[in-house]
């Protein structure tokens, strides 16, 4: 029951904002070709721009499991599972804060309060970060439980568990660095055997080559993770003075109090776990999701002490602050079950925000031209190619350094830029037959930039797409009527 604000909250925003991830439709195209030839592709067939010699995709597992879930409800079964999988991940915090002598009520509050920030890891639905979510609280369970009971059976699951977080997601890494620091943790304080957590953790190294690109996989992971993804705004260094970089200060600061009283509280691993992730949240802003995370379980002894210490300095304000947070949590209840009853009444009719996906332009393209080459924008290449494959292929999308070279990301990015005076060269090098704007990710940019040789051959509110050559009865296009079946694959 006390996880239930946490929870309602988490279903509250996936139905209101419930956004098509951009990505999505790229994981689900892969999965239906491994499903249609029986294996994992090694070459991409969906751009027609210069791509890597060997496509590794670190999350082709996601995507299968993805593109399974469509065929089974569309729409309302990815919500269900985006929230399914926000459940486990809001139950598996909890069972790894009762590590810590902490009230109960404390412990349900903060879970509630890191939530929050912690959303955008799953309003879009749905991403492969979800699984890494899941499965870090797992790991921070089992590395506890060890800690306190000196039990080797948590441990025996990990390594199972990392064969499959592999293949989910990039974040099997932080997995793998929670075991790293227990190991080191323990070396040092001697609390308890180091060798069993090392030897799960060499068990969870090997795991890593149950691939299906063998150790080169490996290396690829390692140049991911220090990318430069500077044209990507949530790789971008997170704002202080921002209301999101308030929140964190503000979280860092009721923790330092916390750290300052009572250090020993938490264990060593968790001390450097928080710090690391606060490092990378502030470097990459993508990942200060990875620090709420960590701080719901490990924060939470210092949170405790910080809100004992604010009830016996300011008694009255405290109890008004507690009736605030109790009015906010019936509140989020509320919201909750009137989310929960919205999806009950739409039914198969309940549909997801498509503001990145192109979908009735795609729908019109496919309609009206037999094929080509379509450039088109990092944000809507997903789902160009997912609907758009055979006929189309695609000059970029979201799968981005799995697939395309830098050179090739960097062309495709600078023809999308309002200010490039060199739109011209660049579309002339890329050679597409058709162009796909929308102003969702490239505002501004005028239909004449790309020069007369261009036509408007299709617009709605939200896309237009340039040809060489108009309509055949000189008209532009309108979107067609009705919503297209966009989950019935078409290859």
């Known amino acids: 029951m006390r996880l239930l604000p946490a929870f309602a909250l988490v279903l509250a925003r996936l ?88 009230p109960p009520t404390h412990a349900a509050v903060w879970v509630f309060f890191c939530i929050a920030p912690m959303l955008v890891g799953w309003l879009s639905i749905v991403r492969c970060r979800a699984f890494t979510f899941l499965l870090t609280t797992v790991f921070v369970l089992a590395c506890l439980r060890y ?12 390594p199972l568990l990392m064969a499959a977080w592999v293949n989910l997601q990039g974040g099997f890494v932080v997995g793998l660095g929670c075991l790293l620091l227990l190991a080191v943790s323990l070396l040092i304080d001697r609390s308890r055997p180091a060798r069993p957590v090392v030897l799960c953790l060499l068990a969870c190294l090997s795991m890593s080559l149950v691939n299906p690109y063998g150790p080169a996989y ?54 450097l ?123 970029l999308d979201g799968r981005y350094e799995a697939v395309y070279p830098e050179a090739t990301a960097d062309l495709v990015d600078r023809v999308f830029r309002v200010t490039n005076p060199n739109r011209h060269r660049d579309v002339a090098q890329l050679a597409p037959d058709y162009i796909l704007l929308c102003a969702v990710s490239s505002p501004g940019v005028d239909n004449r930039a790309f020069g007369p040789m261009w036509t408007l051959i299709y617009q709605d509110p939200a896309c237009r797409l340039l040809g060489h050559e108009p309509n055949a009865d000189g008209r532009i296009g309108t979107p067609p009527e009705g919503w297209p079946d966009i989950w019935t694959p078409r290859f």
Do not use: C, N
């Open 15 to 102: 139905v209101s904002d419930g956004i098509a991830d951009p990505d999505l439709f790229a994981r689900i195209a892969l999965g239906r070709l491994i499903i249609r030839d029986g294996a994992v592709p090694l070459q991409d067939p969906f751009a027609f721009t210069p791509t890597k010699a060997v496509w590794y995709d670190h999350e082709w597992l996601s995507g299968l499991i993805f593109y399974g879930i469509s065929r089974l409800g569309g729409d309302v079964a990815l919500l269900l599972f985006d929230v399914l999988i926000a459940w486990a991940t809001i139950r598996i915090l909890h069972a790894a804060q009762r590590a810590f002598s902490v």
């Open 147 to 158: 800690r306190a009971t000196g039990r080797t059976i948590w441990m025996t699951a990990l």
């Open 218 to 271: 490996l290396r690829f992971v390692a140049e991911a993770l220090t990318k430069d993804r500077r044209t990507i705004s949530e790789w971008l260094p997170l704002d202080l003075v921002s209301t999101q970089g308030l929140v964190v200060l503000a979280t860092v600061a009721a923790l330092g109090f916390g750290l300052l009283r009572a250090r020993r509280a938490v264990p060593l691993e968790g001390q």
């Open 273 to 395: 776990l928080l710090l690391l992730a606060l490092g990378f949240g502030l470097r990459y802003q993508r990942l200060i999701t990875l620090f709420y995370l960590l701080a719901a379980v490990y924060g939470l002894p210092w949170i405790s002490v910080f809100a004992q210490a604010l009830r016996e300095a300011l008694p009255r304000r405290f109890r008004a602050l507690r009736r605030g947070v109790a009015l906010t949590l019936v509140g989020v209840l509320g919201w909750g079950g009137v989310s929960a009853a919205q999806v009950a009444w739409q039914g198969r009719h309940f549909s997801l925000h498509y503001v990145y996906s192109p979908v009735l332009a795609m729908e019109w393209l496919r309609l009206h031209r037999t094929g080509g080459k379509l450039l088109v924008h990092f944000d809507q290449g997903s789902y160009a190619l997912w609907r758009g494959y055979p006929q189309f292929t695609v000059s």
